[in-house]
């Protein structure tokens, strides 16, 4: 009986340290071993310069388009924004890219016809009639593929078009028509459109856009195309040049573009990749939008103070017309990567019933 009640005891207690044990908190793994520093979250750093003065109405997407990729990479990309001539020269930042100075920028591809004609076309002159159709050569009609194989032979990577609304005309006399063009010295871009303009009977002038105003004034030129009317407006134009023609014989849609160095675009990760595209596309549509806004607010303000608008016509549209396949055709054998984007340029518009 003893014996039995040994045995019963030893058990009782053996059980009662168990639970004890079992009771007690047990130390974390984590708390054996000190606990492992997090890493630092890597911040890559872009800069990049825009086209655009910071007076202009479409230049507000850019800055956002900054703080967007911020916020959607979580802080991970930073990209240092600056206005037109903050880091280099308008005409300097394809270069300045390709050497450093700057990670990459948003500009106007024909820009660089000097480097091969075909970014010329990446713009093409009187081409599409509506932004959608343009957007949709770059993204569904190939030219995107394009523009991307022509930069990589300069060490760039073309992310993605930026679209605007039509560009616009200011004389400083009266214009009625095409023959008003004669002798006309006339700011454009480089290009296609010095071409055009010259078979149209212009004396075409290249400058940068920071340059018309006082160009206009000091009789330098005497009308400019540029862009569209709000950033004519934008410039002070209209106060030096009261006639304006608002359907653009020049490009009734055009497209900048976001341009980065390639060692740059593929150190990112194919997450930080998306958010950049992705940006890129909101910046797109809110650049159009802003634009066509602020080219009515622009057109009804002019007309309030009494400039003029004028316009090309009827009977002229067709050699217009004409004039600038003409030049398509001219441009399309001057490389050959400007030979497949000719061919790709009219391909999409005869597809879109554009042109025959």
Request: net charge negative; charged share 20%.
């Amino acid at each position: 009986m003893r014996k039995k009640l040994l045995v019963i005891v030893t058990l009782i207690m053996l059980l009662a340290l168990g639970l004890f044990v079992v009771g007690c908190p047990q130390p974390a793994a984590e708390e054996e071993e000190a606990a492992l520093p997090t890493p630092p979250v890597e911040v890559i750093e872009w800069r990049i310069q825009t086209l655009w003065p910071s007076a202009l109405a479409i230049y507000p997407p850019f800055h956002e388009f900054g703080e967007m990729v911020y916020q959607m990479s979580d802080g991970r990309l930073k990209i240092e924004t600056y206005t037109s001539g903050a880091v280099v020269g308008t005409f300097d930042k394809f270069d300045a890219a390709v050497d450093g100075v700057i990670d990459g920028f948003h500009s106007f591809s024909p820009y660089w016809t000097g480097k091969d004609p075909a970014f010329s076309f990446l713009s093409p002159i009187h081409s599409f009639p509506e932004p959608w159709m343009i957007e949709a050569w770059y993204m569904e009609g190939g030219a995107l593929e394009l523009a991307r194989e022509l930069y990589a032979q300069h060490g760039l990577y073309f992310v993605g078009p930026i679209v605007y609304s039509a560009d616009s005309m200011h004389f400083k006399t009266p214009w009625d028509s095409i023959a008003d063009f004669e002798g006309l010295k006339i700011r454009t871009p480089p290009g296609m459109s010095t071409d055009f303009l010259t078979a149209l009977g212009a004396a075409p002038v290249t400058l940068p856009p920071g340059d018309i105003y006082h160009a206009l004034e000091t009789g330098v030129i005497d009308a400019a195309d540029f862009l569209s009317l709000s950033a004519m407006h934008g410039l002070g134009i209209h106060e030096v040049a009261p006639y304006f023609l608002a359907e653009s014989i020049m490009e009734p849609t055009g497209v900048t573009n976001f341009v980065v160095r390639i060692d740059k675009w593929e150190a990112l990760p194919a997450d930080l990749q998306a958010i950049v595209e992705a940006a890129v596309a909101v910046w797109s549509r809110r650049h159009l939008h802003l634009g066509a806004l602020a080219d009515l607010e622009a057109k009804n303000a002019m007309l309030a103070a009494g400039l003029t608008e004028v316009f090309v016509p009827e009977e002229e549209k067709a050699r217009v017309t004409e004039e600038a396949m003409k030049i398509w055709a001219d441009w399309g054998q001057r490389s050959p990567m400007a030979a497949r984007m000719e061919e790709s340029l009219r391909e999409y518009l005869v597809m879109l019933e554009v042109i025959e």
